[in-house]
């Protein structure tokens, strides 16, 4: 997880309201993505960006809004429109050699 | 879109014997492929890649990958399986956007 570092760890929510998901990196790393993962389901892919004030939507960006005004950072809001979004959320960087490099999470728990 | 597939949910293997975790892809283009670990409650760690060249790879933590063009497939083997390897493994290609499309993940139990 070194170089990531995404807070909080637990966060719990009420339905209808905006939540925020820290993401932040200290690699030197121009892209930046966020991923949802839930059971048996893989991570799927929520936004990415690869430059500052740039970023591209996923696989699943509906409900979800990004911004990337810094380099080292890249905050995820899980918007009251999205269905269902109790899950375990990753953010990932990556630099030239192609891999990405993970964050430790964060379990988001929408009631 | 460039996938992958894993075809197993759970493998398990008995400490000290060989294991493999499959993978399947389906890319147009030349394949760039890794293969990442999830303990519980954690992050993906990062175990190798194959981006061009030898087909068969070596990672981290003993592990090692075969790069199969015929099958379109790349397979995660270790020689000797530890107690300890037991966790989520995924493999995913990258994209066009350089974003990674994940297999659904394999389990694997190494039992003592």
């Known amino acids: 997880d070194g170089g990531i570092t995404q807070s909080p760890k637990y966060l719990f929510r009420k339905e209808g309201q905006n939540v925020t998901l820290s993401c932040e990196q200290n690699l030197n790393h121009d892209a930046m993505y966020w991923y949802r993962q839930d059971p048996g389901q893989g991570l799927r892919l929520i936004y990415y960006?690869?430059?500052?004030?740039?970023?591209q939507k996923g696989d699943i960006a509906e409900g979800y809004s990004v911004s990337r005004e810094k380099k080292e950072s890249f905050p995820l809001t899980v918007t009251s429109a999205q269905k269902n979004p109790t899950a375990f959320y990753l953010c990932a960087s990556s630099g030239q050699g192609n891999e990405q490099y993970f964050g430790p999470g964060t379990r988001l728990t929408v009631t | 879109a460039q996938s992958v597939a894993q075809p197993e949910d759970q493998v398990n293997v008995a400490e000290g014997n060989p294991l493999t975790v499959k993978c399947t892809y389906s890319v147009s283009g030349n394949p760039y492929l890794f293969w990442y670990v999830q303990y519980p409650n954690r992050g993906l760690q990062f175990l190798l890649k194959y981006i061009t060249g030898d087909n068969l790879v070596k990672g981290s933590y003993g592990f090692e990958a075969e790069f199969n063009k015929s099958q379109t497939s790349f397979h995660l083997k270790k020689p000797s399986a530890l107690v300890s390897d037991s966790a989520l493994y995924f493999c995913?290609?990258?994209?066009?956007?350089?974003?990674?499309?994940f297999g659904k993940g394999t389990s694997l139990l190494v039992t003592p």
């Open positions: 960006s690869q430059i500052v004030n740039d970023f």
């Open positions: 995913a290609v990258r994209d066009a956007g350089y974003a990674l499309n």
